[in-house]
C-alpha cells in the first residue's frame, strides 16, 4: 500500500532548491493539480527537468512566470515568452536539451545506466564541455544521465500499491520519469483497489510510486 495524500501535502515533502522532473508534453499529461499547489505553496529555487516550459497561466508554465525556477532543463520553451524574458536578464539558468537526447538521459537514470552516446549535437553548441567519443569511425557525445529528488507525474487510474495506468499521449515523458528520480508522485484522476486495475493496462508498476495525489475532479 502506497501513501495516498492531497497535493498540498505532496508539496511539504519538496524543498527549495530541490531539483524536480515533470512530465507531461505541453500540458498534456501534466500533474496540474500538484504545480497549483507549488504556486500557492511559496517553493523557490527549484531546478526543474521537464520537456518544455508549457504556457504563461497554465501548469509550469505558471511556476516559471513567478519566479520559482532557479534553473530549467527541457527542449522547448518558446510557447513561454517569461523564459527568454528571465534568461536574458539572468535570471533564470536554462540547459536545452535535444529532445531524444533528455528522454535517453532520463531513461538511463531509471534503468541504472551510466549514461547515453549520441550524435545529436556533434558540431553546435550542444557538444560544448562534454566528452567525445569515436566509434567505427563516427565521433558520439557522452550524454550523462538526469536524475531528481522528485518526479511529478500524471496518470488516469492508480491502484492502492501504485501501479498506473497512464492513457495514450499522456505517456510522454511521465513513464521514463516515475522511474528516475528518489520519490515519485503520480497525481492520478482515479484510485482503485488493489486488483481493480488490469494487469495488462499497468503503464507504470508500483514500485516506482511512492505517493499518490488523487487529481481534482
Do not use: W
Not at 94 to 120: D, H, K, N, S, W
Not at 149 to 159: K, M, N, P, R
Not at 182 to 194: C, F, L, N, P
Amino acid at each position: 500500500m502506497k501513501e495516498i495524500i492531497t497535493a498540498a501535502d505532496a508539496v511539504r515533502k519538496i524543498k527549495d532548491g530541490d531539483t524536480i522532473m515533470i512530465g507531461g508534453f505541453m500540458c498534456c499529461g501534466q500533474p496540474l493539480g500538484i504545480m497549483d499547489a507549488i504556486l500557492q505553496s511559496g517553493l523557490k529555487d527549484l531546478t526543474v527537468i521537464t520537456n518544455d516550459s508549457g504556457f504563461p497561466d497554465r501548469g509550469f508554465g505558471k511556476l516559471v512566470v513567478a519566479k520559482r525556477v532557479k534553473k530549467l532543463i527541457a527542449s522547448h520553451v518558446g510557447l513561454n515568452p517569461e523564459v527568454a524574458k528571465q534568461m536574458f536578464a539572468g535570471e533564470l539558468e536554462v540547459e536545452l536539451v535535444p529532445q531524444g537526447t533528455l528522454a535517453e538521459r532520463i531513461r538511463c537514470a531509471g534503468a541504472g545506466l551510466g549514461g547515453v552516446i549520441t550524435p545529436t549535437g556533434i558540431g553546435t553548441e550542444v557538444e560544448n564541455g562534454k566528452k567525445k567519443i569515436r566509434i567505427d569511425g563516427k565521433q558520439y557525445l557522452v550524454e550523462k544521465p538526469l536524475t531528481a529528488d522528485f518526479a511529478l507525474v500524471s496518470g488516469e487510474i492508480t491502484d492502492k500499491a501504485g501501479n498506473t495506468f497512464i492513457a495514450k499521449a499522456e505517456k510522454n515523458f511521465n513513464v521514463v520519469m516515475a522511474m528516475a528520480a528518489k520519490h515519485t508522485i503520480v497525481e492520478t484522476r482515479k484510485i482503485v483497489d488493489i486488483g481493480g486495475l488490469d494487469p495488462d493496462m499497468v503503464t507504470v508498476p508500483g514500485v516506482f510510486i511512492n505517493s499518490i495525489v488523487e487529481a481534482a475532479k
